[in-house]
C-alpha cells in the first residue's frame, strides 16, 4: 500500500522561511556597518539619557527605539548604496548580498520602497522626522545623483548624515540642546573629511567606474598622509572643544579615544595593504563609539 508522501513545500514551511530568509537579507546588507551607525548612536541616545535624569526604567525603552530606527538607518542606505553600486562590489566586496545572488536588484529595489516608508513612518513616531529626511536626501543625493562620484559631494553627504544620526539620537529621548550641539558639530563636520579613510579600501573599484573620490584625487600617497596628519591633530581638537571642562572620567574616556586616534595616524601610512586598510576602518568605527561614549559621562 503506497504511503503518501507530504510534499515538501508546504505553507507552513513556507511561512517559517520567508521570515528567516528576509532576517538572513537584513543581516547580510547592515552587518559590517553596525559599529559605525546602530551602535554609536545608541550610545550618543544613552548619553542624553543620561543628561535628562529620567528613571532607570525607561533606559530600555530608549535602546530599543534606537535599535530599530538605527537599523532601519543603515539598512535603507545599504540596500540603496549596494543598487548602483554593484560593478564596484565585484571588485571591492564580492561578498555582498547582490553580487552573492542572495536576491536580485528587483527584491532590492522592492525592500528600499518598503524599508524606506517604515524608516520614515517610525521617524514620524519616534519625533524626528526632520533628521529621518535629511538622511534619506543624502543617500538620494550620494547614491542615485552622482555625489558619491565625486569627492565633495560624498563627504556633504556623509556631513549631513553624520548630523541626522546623532541628533535623531538625541532627539529621540529629549530636546536637543547647545550642549548637544557642541558635539554632534564637533565629530560630525570633520568626520565629512576623516570618513573619507574608508575609501583607501576601495581604490580600484572606484578607479574602474570613474569615481572621484579622496584618494583618487590627492593619490593613494598623499591622501594617507593626509589622514595621518588629521587623526594625529583631532585629539587636540576634541579636547579643547569637548573635553577641557569634562569631568575626570569623560577625559579618561576620550583619552582611549585619542589612542585609537593615534593609531589610526600611524596605520593608515605603515600598513597600506588592502586587509590592513579594511582593518584600519574597523579601527575608526570603534574610535567613533568610544568618542560617543565619553558624552555619556560629560553631559550627564
Request: charged share 15%; proline share 4%.
Amino acid at each position: 500500500m503506497a504511503v503518501d508522501t507530504p510534499p515538501t513545500d508546504t505553507r507552513l514551511g513556507r511561512l517559517v522561511r520567508a521570515p528567516m530568509h528576509e532576517a538572513r537579507v537584513c543581516w547580510s546588507f547592515t552587518w559590517g556597518d553596525l559599529s559605525a551607525t546602530v551602535l554609536p548612536a545608541t550610545t550618543f541616545a544613552i548619553a542624553a539619557w543620561n543628561s535628562t535624569g529620567l528613571p532607570a526604567h525607561s533606559l530600555p525603552t530608549v535602546v530599543a527605539k534606537c535599535l530599530v530606527y538605527f537599523w532601519l538607518y543603515i539598512y535603507t542606505f545599504n540596500l540603496s548604496n549596494q543598487l548602483i553600486g554593484v560593478d564596484e562590489d565585484r571588485i571591492n566586496k564580492p561578498h555582498r548580498p547582490l553580487v552573492t545572488g542572495l536576491i536580485t536588484p528587483t527584491g532590492a529595489r522592492r525592500r528600499l520602497l518598503l524599508v524606506t516608508a517604515a524608516f520614515v513612518i517610525v521617524g514620524a513616531l519616534f519625533g524626528v522626522l526632520l533628521w529621518t529626511c535629511l538622511w534619506v536626501a543624502a543617500w538620494t543625493l550620494h547614491n542615485h545623483l552622482g555625489w558619491a562620484r565625486t569627492a565633495w559631494g560624498k563627504n556633504a553627504a556623509m556631513v549631513a548624515g553624520t548630523i541626522a544620526q546623532l541628533a535623531a539620537a538625541w532627539q529621540i529621548v529629549t530636546p536637543l540642546t547647545g550642549t548637544a550641539w557642541t558635539w554632534i558639530l564637533t565629530i560630525a563636520v570633520p568626520l565629512g573629511v576623516l570618513v573619507s579613510l574608508q575609501d583607501l579600501r576601495d581604490l580600484a573599484g572606484d578607479a574602474a567606474i570613474g569615481r572621484r573620490t579622496a584618494g583618487m584625487v590627492m593619490g593613494e600617497k598623499n591622501s594617507r598622509r593626509f589622514f595621518s596628519v588629521a587623526f594625529a591633530l583631532y585629539p587636540v581638537v576634541t579636547y579643547l572643544a569637548l573635553y577641557r571642562y569634562a569631568p575626570m572620567t569623560a577625559q579618561c574616556v576620550g583619552a582611549i579615544a585619542g589612542i585609537l586616534s593615534l593609531a589610526i595616524a600611524y596605520r593608515v601610512v605603515r600598513l597600506d595593504d588592502r586587509r590592513s586598510d579594511n582593518t584600519t576602518y574597523m579601527v575608526y568605527t570603534y574610535w567613533y563609539c568610544i568618542t560617543l561614549a565619553s558624552a555619556v559621562f560629560a553631559v550627564g
